[in-house]
């Protein structure tokens, strides 16, 4: 996906575990942060607790949405998926991207992966990789206080 380009349709789910959201319930009232992450990736694991971190300190300013996206056959056993939330604490959505409809959307290659729409559903922001939460932390921030000067 490229910059400024809209957020695709959340659809094609295997499964949807913690609820299910569509885009148009996740546009015009709060910037959307959508994670890839699969079962068999360390980083994604080491992030994680940040992930959560996030949805919990902007819980009233963000929407967060976790996709799995499987990187082999051994990623698509649902009960491991399930169990892999639970461990982590994953209590967002979590798209289960088994058939990799959504991923070929994104056009994502990586796991972990983050974008960030603003409240418009457009794509303001993309990283892939353990590292860097600052810097996805910045460009969160950045999104939230474009909101706040417009109100």
């Known amino acids: 996906m490229k910059l400024r380009e809209p957020m695709p349709e959340l659809t094609g789910a295997t499964e949807w575990l913690n ?3 569509t885009r148009e319930e996740l546009i015009g009232d709060k910037p959307t942060l959508i994670h ?3 079962i068999s990736c360390h980083l994604c694991k080491e992030a994680m607790p940040q992930v959560n971190q996030f949805h919990d300190d902007f819980k009233e300013k963000l929407n967060v949405v976790a996709v799995h996206m499987p990187r082999s056959e051994n990623d698509l056993n649902m009960e491991e998926i399930k169990q892999s939330a639970a461990e982590h ?3 967002q959505p979590i798209f289960v991207d088994s058939d990799h409809k959504l991923t070929e959307v994104f056009e994502n290659q990586y796991v972990p ?3 960030v729409f603003d409240r418009e559903g457009k794509l303001r922001h993309f990283q892939a990789g353990g590292s860097g939460m600052k810097m996805l932390e910045k460009r969160v921030n950045r999104v939230l206080d474009e ?5």
Not at 147 to 151: D, G, L, Q
């Open 19 to 21: 609820g299910e959201v």
């Open 36 to 38: 890839f992450w699969s």
């Open 89 to 91: 604490g994953i209590s």
């Open 113 to 115: 992966a983050y974008y």
């Open 147 to 151: 909101i706040e000067k417009t109100e």
